[in-house]
């Protein structure tokens, strides 16, 4: 007798595979959570609170951002893996989002570590328009463009792979509560008053880091009894032992 469809996705590699999709997504959440705190003491340590960053502490913070940059992509293409098939439009629109983000955060923060370091740049008369990280500049606003454009983005979408109860219904909670606010961030360079921009580091800042914790939680949970399934596997495998018992 042939296999049944379903069953060939459905099997012990496959259920390997989201096991292994659902450890990279407990982790990755986790690690975003410990980089964030990290990040945030080193920016309050490189004289956040006076708007001037000095080093160590600012170079420390980019170093940190260009490591948390591919841990965000990781989480959400795990969580891509474990989206029910119906809802996965929403998680890779989410994965593609966070790609640019990443992208365009780690092209900032590796420019300011290396070229914005130069003598002869600082020196330059264009430096406070370019590379500064102050509003306005280049930089500035393709960090914001990342982090209060694209990744709001990604995070309203990512929502949306969240479709069950219970825990679930938290984490989708916090991620549109995190994406909305870290949009809204984007009234700062729009008014020309960057205090208006502490809404989006509240939402990334705050919001996002106790999604990331929930959403652990909701990954940590055995496959069998996980409210986000891969693509309904619990269900196909039971309509695959009922077809060949």
């Known amino acids: 007798m042939k296999n049944h469809p ?46 001037e960053f000095q080093d160590p502490y600012w170079a420390v913070a980019e170093i940190l951002a260009l490591l948390g940059a591919p841990i965000m992509v990781g989480l959400t293409a795990a969580i891509h893996y474990c989206t029910p098939v119906g809802r996965r439009a929403f998680s890779l629109m989410a994965f593609g989002w966070m790609l640019i983000t990443a992208g365009l955060t780690s092209t900032v923060h590796l420019i300011e570590l290396t070229v914005a370091r130069r003598p002869d740049i600082v020196s330059s008369p264009e430096y406070h328009s370019l590379y500064a990280f102050q509003w306005p500049s280049l930089l500035n606003a393709m960090e914001i463009c990342a982090w209060n454009l694209f990744l709001g983005l990604s995070l309203l979408f990512l ?65 069998e009894r996980a409210e986000v399934q891969d693509g309904g596997t619990a269900a196909n495998l039971q309509k695959g032992k009922e077809h060949h018992g």
């Open 6 to 51: 379903t069953m060939a996705a459905t099997g012990p590699s496959a259920i390997a595979d989201q096991s292994a999709s659902r450890l990279l997504t407990v982790w990755s959440a986790w690690g975003t959570v410990i980089l964030g705190i990290a990040y945030s003491v080193a920016v309050l340590g490189a004289g956040a609170a006076s708007g």
């Open 159 to 223: 929502a949306f792979a969240f479709p069950g109860g219970g825990k679930q219904r938290t984490v989708r909670q916090l991620l549109i509560a995190s994406g909305v606010l870290v949009i809204a961030g984007l009234i700062g360079p729009a008014v020309g008053d960057m205090r208006w921009r502490l809404i989006g580091v509240f939402g990334y800042g705050i919001v996002f880091p106790i999604a990331c914790i929930m959403i652990g939680l909701v990954f940590k949970r055995p496959p």
